[in-house]
């Protein structure tokens, strides 16, 4: 059994199966992710206790260092459960909405009255049904991930945020880059694409990277959060 598989054995049937679907990382439609994630959303977050998951914690962390209020407007993108809102919270900040292609875990976010809006969209097919700089900050938690949002999402999104605001993203190192004992989880499409992204922003002058670093996230699964500063 691989690392990455060992802390997956006691989780939901739901769970391992939309991690046998990342690791496939074979074209399937948004509607049947939006399904899988509707039935996992009475789940997810038990399971997500006991993968460690951290990848909330620590970008609320990051979004605490960069922002100079709590009042930021803040939209949290495949937003999920709503365990980046809760975070948010926590530290203070104010005026966070939710998107995400799931009705079901929006239901589920809802219910803890942390949101100020939630929207259900599919990033990629519905677009971002938001105005030209509209956000302070964009975060998306563990929403870059294969079959899920696409990162050639991001550029729609350096629209909506004001310029000066930030997009805080969080991918799963062994997605991009081959790790041991995780190859398997190794997608060569979403590395490519990632790169291709963030290289063409950087060079169209549309984002400037502020930070790029290594954080604790699943169980021996480290993440690399992103903040790319709006120019
Ligand atoms: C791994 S979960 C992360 C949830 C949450 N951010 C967290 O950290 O707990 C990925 C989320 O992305 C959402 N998602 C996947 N594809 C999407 C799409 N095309 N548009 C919007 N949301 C999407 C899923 O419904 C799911 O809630």
New binding site residues.
């Given amino acids: 059994m691989s690392s990455s598989e060992k802390g997956e054995t006691h989780i939901s049937s739901q769970g391992k199966r ?1 991690f046998n679907i990342i690791k496939q990382d074979k074209d399937i439609s ?1 509607q049947e ?2 399904n ?2 509707d039935d996992w959303a009475t789940s ?2 038990k399971d ?1 206790v006991k993968l460690n ?1 951290r ?2 914690h620590e ?1 609320s962390s990051v979004l605490a260092e960069f922002g100079n209020s709590k009042d930021v407007s803040v939209l ?9 809102g809760e975070a948010l919270k926590a530290l203070g900040f104010t005026n966070v909405s939710a ?4 009705q079901k ?1 929006l239901d589920f976010s809802e219910k803890k009255g942390i949101y100020k809006k939630l929207f259900c ?6 677009g971002m049904p938001f105005n030209d700089n509209e956000f302070d900050v964009l975060a ?4 870059i ?1 294969p ?4 990162p050639v ?1 991001i550029e729609e999104w350096t629209r909506i945020v004001k310029q000066g605001g930030i997009i805080v993203l ?1 991918i799963r190192r062994c997605y991009i880059e081959i790790m041991q004992g995780q190859e398997e989880l190794y997608s060569k499409k979403l590395a490519e694409k990632c790169d291709e992204v963030l290289e063409d922003l950087k060079n169209t002058k549309k984002v400037e990277v502020t930070l790029k670093k290594e954080v604790p996230y699943l169980e021996n699964s480290p993440a690399v959060i992103y903040v790319l500063k709006v120019l």
């Fill in positions: 939309m948004s992710i939006a899988l994630y997810f977050e997500n998951y990848g909330p970008m949290d993108v495949g937003s999920g459960t709503g365990l980046l998107l995400d292609i799931s875990s969209v599919d990033v990629g097919t519905d998306c938690c563990g929403g991930v079959n899920h949002i696409s999402a969080s």
